[in-house]
């Protein structure tokens, strides 16, 4: 295969593959009560921890009306506790609460259990190669036209 069908599969892939890891977290029986950015924003916290309302909205990818509109949401179905931090009054902490910890596991088993299923179809040795092709892809995606551009012209000097 040349690279060019490499690229063209890989971008057809791509959004297969992001359908396919939510619609496992959303199609789950436990998870029917939650969006997906909601579901996102659980992931997010029980990854990172406790975060201000300004880390939130930054670690989703959404502008600061979202994040704290997305936090009221999932207070209201008691999924996270906000709080304010004694040291600055001005910043709200949100944390997970028990039950939105029992669906950050959840949604953590599911992962883990669509990655394994993926590493079963390749033999052992090329797993670091899929880990290695992973951390590439999301190191890159993050990145604007710019700099890609920037980068294609780089490596065909």
């Known amino acids: 295969m040349d690279d060019v069908a490499i690229v063209e599969e890989s971008i057809e892939l791509l959004p297969q593959i992001g359908k396919l890891v939510y619609s496992a977290v959303v199609d789950d029986p436990a998870m029917r009560s939650l969006t997906m950015v909601q579901a996102k924003a659980i992931g997010h916290l029980y990854h990172h921890g406790e975060q201000t309302v300004t880390e939130m909205a930054m670690g989703l990818g959404v502008s600061m009306p979202s994040a704290s509109e997305l936090i009221d949401r999932l207070l209201d179905k008691g999924l996270v506790d906000r709080t304010v931090d004694p040291d600055d009054r001005r910043r709200q902490i949100v944390t997970l609460t028990p039950v939105s910890l029992q ?52 490596a065909f000097e």
Do not use: C, M, N, Y
């Open 103 to 154: 669906f950050a596991k959840r949604i953590h088993d599911l992962r883990r259990t669509q990655v394994r299923s993926a590493l079963a179809q390749l033999p052992p040795e090329e797993w670091p190669v899929f880990v290695k092709t992973l951390r590439a892809l999301a190191s890159t995606i993050g990145t604007t036209a710019d700099e890609v551009e920037h980068d294609e012209a780089l």
